[in-house]
């Protein structure tokens, strides 16, 4: 049963009586009464006043009374100018608890076959360094959002796609020939993508060192300053081995794919394991250098069409003047590819693969302008979902001391901070004197599963489009907007239940029909009868956050229930039952919930 809709379809009756109106869905849109006046839901009566010739209080007089006449979920009712305050029933709200507890899945809803498919592009990682913070936050939004689309029906794919070629990649694999001395994750006791991600940062400085003495050589020959330091980046031996690695990778030269695709693979066992940690996966992993030629040719074949242009140095551009946009490169004078050429051949791929109904890229706001012009170029290329494309934008995650600077070495490493965070919650458990009467196996588990809860909550409930400064003192607390306070209530509530679990009538939650709820009870209801709408609008906004603050609220109020109200010590058997069963749904829609932000919930803490 759903109260909304009972009370909108009685709504729609009563104007059609009442003023021979047929009224649309938008009209009868029902909200939640506001704090400071009495009810449970509020309808606008503004829509209606014009057929009913009568003041708007007069309209919501007539309408109120049309409902309590003949719609048994509403008791009474308020009209405070123009709008009606509904109160529901206590009736209504056992029925209601009685539909959710007997739906598993309440508030979602399932794929059905022929159900839009939504692929999902999130981490896109390159091989040269480990994954670092910025990455948790790409993670932890494309997993939830996946998550969140599949509970509003879709089908959905997870992809991923790896940056495996480029200089970048060369500037690693020329470090560890020229510094490596044959140096493994084995012979180091590191992960492979840590390794490389060493030899990353070691190019760097080695590179940095050549530049500034190159500089001070050619501003003694007399160059100012910034164009010595221009013509000795250029010049640097180093840069220039590089170039000439990527040549030769271009040119399958057997000696550098080899070492390419030993190094690599030490990477992905690497990212496997932080995936692993991170609890995240993909259905399907692209890699461009697989995707790059694909992208060429479908570049020369829009070019044949007459959707592109090459210049007289043989270079291929996209006029997009009449977009609003400028002239974009897609191939150099060389031939060679840049990154559009290379989303261009992905999505080439993809479509292949996959009938896609929509395409969402979660990548951060630094390419927003990437995949405005990405979306205009698919479209022209006959991608039936380019124009629609969606990118999920998000915001660059800050720390206190500045922001992150891969090539120097000054990260935040993912796998360092996923092991920081359940160290500090085995830590905070311990203080706190959670862990008593536990195994040391059993407080290793829960201090992951807190942890983890912690940095996936402080990140996720973020507005998805702003920057955000990450601090992981204030991610573990037990009370306030945290994942640890939505898990222990969790926690407590399972804990509860197993204290009652000799009632025998718990698993069917057959409470009385003639209960009579307080405030407290009533809002815990309509709390949890709101989910269906938060899942709802967290699809429609691709919005993680609003699924994590949703969360909280229910905890919220949950709490400020438990702090009123005895479950277990209620004399009343049928009250308490009651709430035994409104308080199993609560943590049955919490573990839900936050089960869509990828975030695991103990049954004991």
């Not at 979920?73 to 009606?84: D, P, R």
């Not at 695709?261 to 697989?290: H, L, R």
């Not at 630094?366 to 991608?383: A, C, K, P, T």
Request: with cysteine; net charge negative.
């Amino acid at each position: 049963m759903n109260i909304e809709a009972l009370i909108s379809h009685a709504a729609g009756e009563a104007v059609k009586a009442l003023y021979g109106m047929e009224a649309t869905e938008k009209m009868l849109q029902l909200q939640k009464t506001r704090s400071e006046f009495e009810g449970n839901l509020t309808l606008v009566v503004f829509p209606f006043v014009k057929a009913a010739r009568k003041s708007p209080e007069q309209t919501a007089q007539e309408i109120g009374g049309y409902l309590a006449e003949h719609c048994p979920a509403v008791e009474k009712f308020n009209v405070v100018k123009g709008f009606l305050n509904l109160c529901i029933g206590d009736g209504a709200w056992l029925e209601l608890l009685k539909a959710i507890d007997q739906d598993a899945h309440f508030g979602t809803k399932q794929a059905s076959e022929g159900a839009p498919l939504v692929m999902i592009e999130y981490s896109s990682p390159n091989t040269n360094k480990p994954l670092h913070l910025g990455h948790v936050r790409n993670n932890l939004l494309g997993w939830s959002l996946a998550q969140i689309m599949e509970a509003n029906g879709n089908r959905v794919v997870k992809t991923n796609i790896v940056n495996d070629r480029g200089i970048h990649i060369c500037k690693s694999m020329l470090a560890w020939l020229k510094y490596g001395n044959g140096e493994t994750p084995e012979t180091s006791g590191k992960k492979g993508d840590h390794l490389i991600g060493d030899y990353y940062v070691a190019f760097d400085k080695h590179y940095r060192e050549e530049v500034k003495a190159l500089s001070a050589q050619f501003m003694a020959d007399g160059l100012p300053a910034d164009k010595a330091e221009e013509k000795a980046k250029q010049e640097a031996p180093l840069i220039k081995e590089a170039h000439e690695m990527l040549v030769k990778w271009e040119q399958n030269d057997p000696e550098v794919r080899a070492l390419w695709e030993k190094m690599n693979s030490w990477v992905y066992a690497g990212f496997d394991e932080t995936y692993k940690k991170m609890g995240v996966s993909f259905d399907k992993i692209y890699y461009e250098s697989q995707t790059y030629l694909k992208g060429k040719a479908k570049v020369e074949e829009g070019l044949a069409k007459g959707l592109f242009e090459r210049h007289e140095d043989g270079s291929v551009w996209a006029d997009l003047t009449n977009e609003g946009l400028d002239q974009k490169l897609l191939l150099r004078s060389d031939g060679t590819s840049v990154y559009m050429t290379q989303d261009i051949g992905t999505a080439e791929m993809r479509f292949q693969d996959y009938p896609i109904d929509k395409m969402i890229y979660v990548v951060g706001n630094e390419q927003n302008y990437h995949f405005q012009v990405l979306s205009i170029l698919l479209d022209r290329l006959g991608f039936k979902w380019g124009k629609e494309l969606v990118h999920f934008s998000y915001g660059m995650v800050e720390l206190p001391n500045g922001k992150m600077k891969s090539r120097e070495g000054t990260v935040v490493d993912a796998d360092d901070l996923m092991a920081l965070m359940v160290e500090d919650a085995y830590k905070t458990s311990m203080e706190l004197g959670k862990f008593d009467d536990m195994t040391e196996e059993e407080r290793r588990e829960i201090a992951r599963i807190v942890g983890m809860g912690a940095l996936k909550y402080f990140i996720l409930k973020v507005d998805a489009r702003k920057n955000m400064l990450f601090n992981p003192e204030e991610s573990i607390d037990f009370n306030g907007n945290t994942g640890p306070f939505i898990q222990y209530t969790y926690a407590r509530i399972r804990s509860i239940l197993r204290k009652a679990s000799s009632s025998p009538f718990l698993e069917e939650g057959t409470f009385g029909t003639g209960l009579s709820l307080n405030e407290k009870e009533v809002e815990l209801v309509q709390k949890m009868n709101e989910f269906g709408a938060a899942v709802e609008q967290a699809g429609k906004d691709y919005s993680p956050s609003g699924i994590a603050n949703y969360c909280y609220e229910l905890t919220k109020v949950f709490n400020q229930f438990y702090h009123d109200y005895s479950i277990l010590n209620e004399s009343d058997e049928q009250k308490k039952l009651f709430r035994l069963v409104l308080a199993k749904n609560v943590a049955k829609i919490i573990k839900n919930g936050m089960g869509l932000l990828g975030i695991e919930v103990p049954e004991r803490m």
